[in-house]
């Protein structure tokens, strides 16, 4: 049962660098989300994608771009890192009120 | 300005006592309720939910009450038990924010639980 995977689970970058976070679910959701939790707030949504293609802003998205490359996968960049976009970072899907998280990726821009 | 409060970071009980969770909220539009638990290098994972027309409801060792009129749910975990220790979140949902059949939850800064044996 791999219901929702991301990769890197780990990654160090230096500021400027861009990156993609890759997430996948296997449990045909229509709806993926990215959140960043850290240290003292909690889960914050960055991107959601209701269906295929389409994708709205959450509450923290500066700094970040997305793409529902289909119903499967929903990607995260970061064009340029900033020290400040150090964090960890979990991909969900949802249905029927339920978010389905994966295992999270760590990233540390220095 | 946050919609969701988890006014204690943390919380230590004895094993075998209650623990008991609070989460308040701001938005009277909040029409579903979620419990999330958090192992350290892990993904949140459901715990239970509630929906605004019920005041309670129960599952196992688990029970999360509702008080509408406060914008205050609590959640119960009797008896604790050493695996219960983790953070829990507090999230809420916005049907009228539906979008698509998108389901943006608002989240609450968790509360580490620890049950010490």
């Known amino acids: 049962n791999a219901g929702v995977t991301q990769t890197p689970k780990f990654q160090v970058l230096k500021t400027g660098q861009s990156m993609t976070l890759q997430c996948a679910q296997d449990m045909n959701h229509n709806s993926m989300y990215w959140y960043r939790q850290d240290p003292g707030m909690g889960l914050r949504l960055i991107y959601y994608?209701?269906?295929?293609?389409?994708?709205d802003k959450g509450e923290v998205p500066n700094g970040y771009n997305v793409s529902r490359l289909n119903k499967r996968e929903f990607s995260l960049r970061l064009e340029s890192a900033a020290p400040s976009q150090t964090s960890v970072y979990f991909c969900?899907?949802?249905?029927?009120?339920?978010?389905?998280f994966g295992e999270g990726s760590r990233l540390t821009v220095l | 300005d946050q919609q969701v409060k988890q006014n204690s970071p943390s919380l230590s009980v004895q094993e075998g006592r209650i623990s008991i969770l609070n989460c308040d909220y701001t938005n009277s539009m909040f029409d579903y309720f979620l419990w999330y638990k958090k192992y350290p290098a892990e993904g949140p994972t459901f715990l239970i939910s509630i929906s605004s027309i019920k005041d309670k409801n129960e599952d196992g060792r688990f029970t999360v009450f509702l008080n509408k009129s406060a914008k205050h749910l609590s959640l119960h975990i009797v008896p604790s038990q050493p695996g219960d220790s983790a953070v829990y979140f507090c999230a809420a949902s916005l049907t009228e924010g539906y979008q698509g059949g998108s389901e943006k939850l608002v989240f609450g800064k968790g509360t580490k639980l620890t049950v010490n044996p």
């Open positions: 994608s209701a269906s295929e293609g389409t994708t």
């Open positions: 969900a899907s949802s249905y029927h009120g339920e978010l389905f």
